[in-house]
């Protein structure tokens, strides 16, 4: 009887599962969505029942997107769309759109790609963070166990890359994963929007991305490996360490060289050989450079710049924390006329090290695309260290000649320290213990025997 209970409560299981389960699905997939091999699901922390599915993020068509929750009304008319808490994410930040893949890929590249513009940027993207897991699944909202961040940084609302909605890249180290997260943390409006996002797989064989999708059109910096040493090193302005800045007007402007950091940047005529320019600078803005110096020597440096202002603006270099030099007040005809300033010399020691560049001159500004640092004199090569003097006498004054001497040192020399007769003390010790032991064994024998 028990047996059959058993069997009853397992067969109710089974059968309430198969029910609730196509619910579940319906509550959030619309069935008439197809999801963009390999990606099998999505989810998002928020979206707008009525034409905001996360789904439309991965379905390879660029006229559908995952909006956050805006239409109250129409999502609480639904009956497929039932809301317990009718409230709006607007501002509601992270907002986080999730998908998953069919199992664990690689790629390096990141294509988000926002709503098409028709009168609104509501939702576009503004701030953002890309997380990844190997385990993970769209089961994993509302937690950071096992992810990883891989990349993060800010856009612009006024490029053209979402005027055009054209995609905008994150170029990153290649990750595996079989999960990825967006992190949206600022948008416009206080929304969150994506019609596509797309991957550069690396090892999904014959994968073809989205049209419009080219990773190698990305900015691809990476952290250069600047070494300085013989002749002249020309170091690109926009390479600046990430991260480590000082930016007073972050959002007034471009971030076309490097759309991952806030420092304002440029690729223009002047300075696309130098892979840009850092422009729209203010007094007491900074960057830095961490380079390696091969040879220790006496240095030139020279900045690359240009200004369009009145008052154009100057620029103050040091070297670990050591002023080089500020270069004279440029005069040239644009932003884009650059020439190369002097700004001093100084004696480097080999190793590593950390260039700084500040923007100095109050209401003046100035482009600079690239630092040249050039070898004036390698320093001297350290003189050799005097031959070793030769031993004393340890018989000196003992009236034997010198070979009478010698023979003496080699006869107190013979055996080690520690040493009887040629027998390293560490073997006396061991006879010595194993002596130890059979006179313990003879001692526990006998008294056996006595009792």
């Excluded at 190997?134 to 990349?151: P, R």
């Amino acid at each position: 009887m028990k047996l059959k209970k058993i069997l009853s409560v397992i067969c109710v299981t089974l059968l309430l599962a198969m029910i609730i389960a196509p619910v579940n699905v319906l509550a959030r997939t619309d069935p008439d969505i197809t999801l963009r091999s390999p990606v099998i699901d999505a989810d998002a922390t928020s979206w707008d029942r009525s034409e905001g599915n996360p789904d439309f993020a991965f379905d390879g068509d660029d006229s559908t997107f995952w909006h956050t929750l805006w239409n109250l009304d129409a999502a609480m008319n639904d009956d497929n769309w039932p809301i317990e808490d009718p409230e709006s994410a607007e501002g509601d930040y992270p907002q986080i759109l999730i998908g998953e893949f069919d199992g664990v890929h690689e790629f390096d590249c990141i294509g988000y790609m926002s709503r098409s513009f028709s009168g609104s940027h509501n939702g576009t993207v503004l701030e953002y963070e890309f997380w990844v897991s190997e385990t993970g699944s769209v089961a994993d909202l509302a937690t950071d166990d096992g992810w990883k961040k891989i990349a993060s940084g800010t856009w612009d609302e006024s490029d053209d890359e979402f005027e055009n909605q054209e995609f905008r890249y994150v170029k990153f180290d290649a990750v595996k994963a079989k999960a990825v997260k967006l992190k949206v943390l600022d948008g416009v409006g206080g929304w969150a929007c994506c019609a596509e996002l797309e991957f550069n797989f690396l090892d999904i064989a014959g994968y073809t991305p989205m049209a419009g999708f080219n990773p190698n059109a990305a900015s691809a910096w990476k952290a250069p490996d600047y070494k300085i040493g013989d002749g002249s090193t020309i170091i690109n302005a926009v390479d600046f360490d990430a991260g480590t800045y000082f930016e007073s007007n972050a959002s007034d402007g471009n971030h076309e060289a490097r759309p991952d950091e806030e420092v304002q940047t440029e690729i223009g005529d002047g300075s696309s050989e130098f892979g840009g320019n850092i422009g729209w600078t203010q007094v007491d803005e900074w960057v830095q450079y961490t380079v390696n110096v091969d040879k220790a020597g006496k240095y030139n440096f020279k900045a690359y710049l240009a200004s369009g202002a009145d008052a154009a603006g100057q620029v103050t270099i040091s070297f670990n924390d050591a002023v080089i030099g500020t270069t004279a007040s440029e005069d040239t005809d644009g932003w884009q006329a650059f020439d190369w300033y002097n700004v001093g010399d100084i004696e480097l020691p080999a190793g590593k090290g950390v260039i700084k560049v500040e923007f100095v001159t109050d209401g003046g500004k100035t482009n600079i695309a690239a630092i040249d640092v050039t070898l004036l004199e390698a320093a001297a090569a350290p003189e050799p260290e005097p031959d070793a003097a030769p031993p004393a006498d340890d018989n000196a004054g003992d009236g034997e000649t010198p070979a009478e001497n010698v023979d003496d040192t080699e006869a107190t020399t013979k055996a080690p320290a520690g040493d009887d007769d040629g027998i390293p003390m560490i073997l006396w010790i061991v006879i010595g213990g194993a002596a130890v032991v059979v006179i313990v064994i003879i001692i526990i024998v006998v008294t056996k025997k006595k009792k």
